[in-house]
């Protein structure tokens, strides 16, 4: 996701062949770090799309975008999770993934099994990639070194399966083994899949995945194409959260890389099929309220959790600059309960049927 072009000077007669061969070579070779630098979008082609952004960003969400916003506060409620204000103040503790409680009297189910359900949107557990981790001798040893590594889900259910052990036994390490894989494996991507999908947007026009990379490519490719004056299929663009109007329906999205990466980097190296960055979260926008300037937002896997949370707004609703002089603790960092705004929010994907302007 991030990159911009270097320039050169012109090769000097007789040099060109070989200097173009030194050029398909660098563009054939991987991605570098997240700092370097890589082609953007021509001038023409970026204020197209800004134009396009923008004039979508002054009209009412659609049906669809409005569905996607509802289905994403009802997820909300049924988790019963965390509420972060304004400046990332925690309003609300709420459930966490791994918690086996159920709120009858809130008509809230039993969180872990809750995302168990958004990964089921991407197809069978059984099957998928959930996975837990094993750290050599941890259980007799409370220092054991190493990250450990993942054992998958599915081959842990299947020897449950076929064990002699009474059925309350086998019950219980099942259920354990998906509280366990509820916390090993990152699920954001998997909460905003669930949410989109459910809303009833094709999977045809939205790819539904384990990776938000998956869908901010979809959405940056969009955006090149139609900066190019051509029609696209896909239900997201990706635009610049510093410009445009936030509504529901849209995702604003994040990179956890060390190092500079805005829209203008990112977006157009992601359009090119580089991965200048790929760890990333991205939140689902729900209401955005001009008159406070403010924007809620709401993400799975956020502080263990399906998390609603205010970010400040400018006049144009696009997402406020951060507050100067606000600062988070030396052995913190920017997120949500620290200078929100100054994460690295780099991205929103702009709910925009291709009908829209």
Not at 288 to 304: S, Y
């Given at each position: 996701m991030n990159r911009e072009e270097a320039r050169s000077r012109p090769p000097p007669p007789g040099r060109s062949r070989a200097i173009a061969a030194v050029l398909i070579a660098a563009a054939l070779?991987?991605?570098?770090?997240?700092?370097?630098?890589?082609?953007?979008?021509?001038?023409?082609?970026?204020?197209?799309?800004?134009r396009l952004c923008r004039a979508t960003g002054v009209t009412?969400?659609?049906?669809?975008?409005?569905?996607?916003?509802?289905?994403?506060?009802?997820?909300?409620?049924?988790?019963?999770?965390?509420?972060?204000?304004?400046g990332g103040a925690l309003v609300?503790?709420?459930?966490v993934e791994a918690d086996a409680m159920r709120d009858?009297?809130?008509?809230?189910?039993?969180?872990?099994?809750?995302?168990?359900?958004?990964?089921?949107?991407?197809?069978?557990?059984?099957?998928?990639?959930?996975q837990v981790r094993r750290i050599p001798r941890l259980t007799e040893d409370a220092g054991a070194p190493g990250a450990g590594d993942l054992v998958p889900l599915a081959d842990l259910l299947a020897r449950l399966r076929g064990t002699t052990l009474p059925e309350?036994?086998?019950?219980a390490l099942a259920q354990a083994a998906f509280r366990a894989a509820a916390s090993d494996i990152p699920w954001s991507a998997a909460f905003v899949s669930h949410v989109v999908v459910t809303a009833g947007v094709s999977r045809l026009r939205f790819q539904a995945a384990m990776a938000h990379l998956d869908y901010v490519a979809e959405a940056a490719r969009r955006s090149r194409d139609e900066a190019q004056g051509l029609t696209a299929?896909?239900?997201?663009?990706?635009?610049?959260?510093?410009?445009?109007?936030?509504r529901p329906g849209d995702l604003l999205c994040l990179h956890r890389h060390e190092g500079p990466g805005d829209f203008s980097a990112l977006v157009p190296a992601l359009a090119a099929g580089e991965r200048p960055v790929w760890n990333l979260h991205c939140d689902v926008v729900v209401a955005?309220?001009?008159?406070?300037?403010?924007?809620?937002?709401?993400?799975?896997?956020?502080?263990?959790?399906?998390?609603r949370r205010d970010l400040r707004i400018d006049a144009r609703g696009a997402l406020a600059r951060p507050r100067r002089g606000s600062t988070c603790p030396a052995e913190g960092r920017?997120?949500?309960?620290?200078?929100?705004?100054?994460?690295?929010?780099?991205?929103?994907?702009?709910?925009?049927?291709?009908?829209?302007?």
């Open positions: 070779a991987g991605p570098g770090p997240a700092g370097a630098q890589a082609p953007g979008f021509p001038t023409a082609d970026r204020d197209r799309l800004q009412p969400p659609s049906a669809a975008a409005l569905a996607i916003a509802g289905t994403a506060v009802r997820e909300h409620e049924t988790f019963g999770g965390h509420v972060i204000g304004a609300r503790f709420g459930a009858e009297p809130a008509g809230r189910g039993v969180p872990w099994r809750q995302v168990m359900r958004y990964w089921e949107t991407l197809g069978a557990l059984a099957d998928g990639p959930l309350a036994e086998r019950e299929g896909e239900f997201y663009r990706a635009c610049d959260p510093k410009t445009t109007r936030l955005a309220d001009g008159r406070r300037r403010l924007a809620t937002v709401i993400g799975g896997n956020v502080l263990q959790s399906v998390a920017t997120g949500p309960l620290c200078n929100p705004e100054a994460a690295p929010w780099f991205v929103v994907l702009q709910a925009s049927d291709p009908a829209e302007p």
